[in-house]
């Protein structure tokens, strides 16, 4: 039992205690003084740099909707586009035989992503483009069986191709190490749950184990594409007209360097920001049913 | 009816169980065995943690493969069939379509994290029978009604409590008209106050005349549901028949033991 306190028996200097809510800010002089000679830094070398006549933004604002530039600029977004869906597809392939029971199939996984983790993609794509000279001809065959079908190799392997290939083989390694840490990251009793309900295992995959491992894969993903993005500027090497190849074609002539390098940079400034924002978006579409942290809900309608 | 010349009863029992066998390893987890449950039976099985009840269950509906003995689910031999005189495996195709007579309720209720409650429900009949998908909701939202939760059906599990989330699991496994409903320990995870709940559900189903199997320590809801109890100790069961019997007249110092322990 504790004993009741009538307030007549406080002191008067707790009958009538302040409130820190009428408390004063706390003066912090350092962090004042940090954060001015910071933004003076910054502002001073954003405007040097804006203002450096070496830069001419004429030039710039020329090419920048040029229409060569904006073919190239099209090439650079079909390539990644191209080389993330291979890595994807692939990639989710790469994750299930990792987790097959059936041996070979682990291994060849295994092999696959260590082979082209290894190679760097430069070299990559200079062999891909060279591979005619290794492999005159490609034909699908029965192993040590007859021949269905045969094509000459520099027919099939154009130089897009070879790009497509060497950028999404490379992305496939990576891909598959991040689906399937998303897979192995969803509990087996949401697989047990849908075994239980007479769902087969590609059912159980497609439509409840996938759906929920997206939360995982989703924001590595993210920064896969946008290492695509850039990563693509490696086909110049094997003449393909992306965006960076395009540029250096056009400064080779007019010597105009720095000027079409921003164009190039502003451009790939562009595509990661719209890339980031909707990545945003996709993240909280995968994270319906999970409560986001800070414990808001991911949807207002679910309040009910 | 098939004729699997393994039992010759004028009723068929709807699950059928026979020496069944399971080791994980040199554990033997389940050494023979046998249980028969006839339509609208209720049956409920106890025994301490550990004495393989669970495993039994995940063998009925082959989530687990028994090493010996013979289990039909209403007269179909799961995951075998006999082709002249030989025992052979089934296909994982046969084996999925098998698994619909059986409806399972876990611990920890396992419902789909990245659907609502109504979408738990629809998601098996819809993926899995075909069922158009307006038929599947109204189908979904009347079992909803009937576990107490059709004015939650657009919330996510996390959005639920955890006596919420066991009905809907309960809603989603009825949806597939199942021939048996499979309870492992369905109230073991949830705060003492939540039990009712649950357990009133599962009172509701069983009064519809579904055949059910609980694994539970509710000694309130084995005695008042169920037709029969079974004991199971160390893999075998050791006592079988009605609550009461079990109560006054136990088999065993240990099943002595448990029930005492049990109804304090
Ligand atoms: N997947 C498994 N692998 C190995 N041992 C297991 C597995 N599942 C259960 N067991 C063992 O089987 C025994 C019985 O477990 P279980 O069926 O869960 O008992 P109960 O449900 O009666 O508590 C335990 O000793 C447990 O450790
Ligand atoms: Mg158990």
Redesign the pocket.
């Known amino acids: 039992m504790t004993a009741h306190i009538e307030s007549a028996d406080l002191s008067a200097k707790h009958q009538h205690p302040p409130s820190v809510a009428e408390a004063v800010g706390y003066w912090r002089p350092w962090r004042w003084l940090v954060s001015i000679i910071f933004t003076l830094l910054v502002a001073q070398f954003l405007v040097t740099l804006a203002l450096n006549p070496n830069m001419q933004w004429h030039v710039v604002l020329d090419y920048m909707f040029h229409p060569v530039v904006l073919r190239g600029l099209m090439m650079t977004l079909l390539l990644t586009f191209l080389a993330m869906l291979v890595g994807f597809t692939l990639g989710t392939g790469l994750a299930l035989f990792r987790l097959s029971p059936i041996l070979p199939m682990q291994m060849f996984a295994l092999g696959f992503t260590w082979l082209f983790r290894s190679i760097p993609t430069l070299v990559l794509l200079i062999f891909l483009y060279n591979l005619a000279i290794l492999i005159p001809e490609v034909s699908l065959k029965i192993p040590f069986g007859p021949t269905l079908w045969s094509q000459d190799t520099n027919v099939l392997v154009t130089p897009f191709v070879a790009a497509i290939i060497g950028l999404g083989f490379h992305k496939a390694a990576y891909m598959s190490e991040i689906i399937r840490a998303g897979l192995l990251s969803v509990d087996d009793g949401q697989r047990q749950a849908a075994t239980a309900l007479g769902m087969s295992s590609g059912t159980t995959l497609r439509r409840i184990v996938l759906p929920q491992a997206m939360r995982v894969i989703i924001p590595p993903t993210g920064s896969e594409i946008i290492s695509t993005l850039k990563l693509t500027s490696l086909v110049s090497v094997i003449s393909m007209s992306d965006l960076l190849y395009t540029i250096e074609t056009i400064y080779s002539r007019t010597f105009q360097t720095i000027p079409l390098l921003l164009v190039a940079c502003i451009w790939y400034l562009v595509l990661t920001s719209i890339l980031q924002f909707a990545q945003r978006y996709v993240e909280r579409y995968f994270g319906r049913g999970y409560r986001a942290p800070g414990g808001k809900d991911n949807r207002a309608e679910a309040e009910g | 009816m098939k004729s699997s010349g393994v039992i010759m009863k004028t009723v068929q029992p709807v699950v059928f169980a026979h020496e069944v066998r399971k080791r994980?390893?040199e554990?033997e987890?389940l050494r023979g065995v046998n249980l028969n449950v006839h339509a609208s039976e209720v049956v409920v099985i106890l025994?301490?943690?550990?004495?393989?009840?669970?495993?039994?269950l995940?063998c009925l509906n082959q989530l687990?493969e028994i090493d010996g003995g013979w289990i039909e689910i209403d007269g179909d031999p799961a995951g075998y069939e006999v082709v002249g005189g030989v025992v052979r495996p089934l296909g994982d195709r046969r084996k999925v379509l098998q698994r619909r007579a059986l409806g399972m309720v876990f611990q920890q209720f396992n419902l789909f994290q990245h659907l609502t409650a109504l979408e738990n429900v629809t998601e098996a009949p819809i993926s899995v029978r075909g069922t158009p998908k307006a038929e599947a909701r109204d189908k979904a939202l009347a079992l909803l009604e009937t576990v107490g939760l059709a004015d939650r059906a657009r919330l996510y599990p996390y959005q639920l409590s955890g006596g919420q989330q066991q009905r809907v699991a309960i809603a989603r496994a009825l949806a597939m008209e199942p021939k048996v409903m499979l309870f492992?320990?369905p109230t073991s995870a949830l705060d003492p106050e939540l039990v009712g709940e649950v357990l009133s559900v599962m009172k509701t189903v069983a009064k519809a005349g579904t055949t059910m199997i609980v694994?539970t320590h509710e000694m309130g809801f084995a005695q008042e549901v169920s037709d029969r109890v079974e004991f199971?100790d160390n893999?075998v069961i050791v006592q079988s028949g009605p609550f009461n019997e079990l109560v006054s007249n136990p088999a065993s110092a240990k099943v002595a033991a448990f029930v005492r322990q049990a109804i304090h």
Do not use: I, P
């Open positions: 994980f390893g554990n987890v025994g301490s943690s550990g004495s393989g009840k669970s495993t039994f995940r687990e492992d320990e694994v199971m893999g």
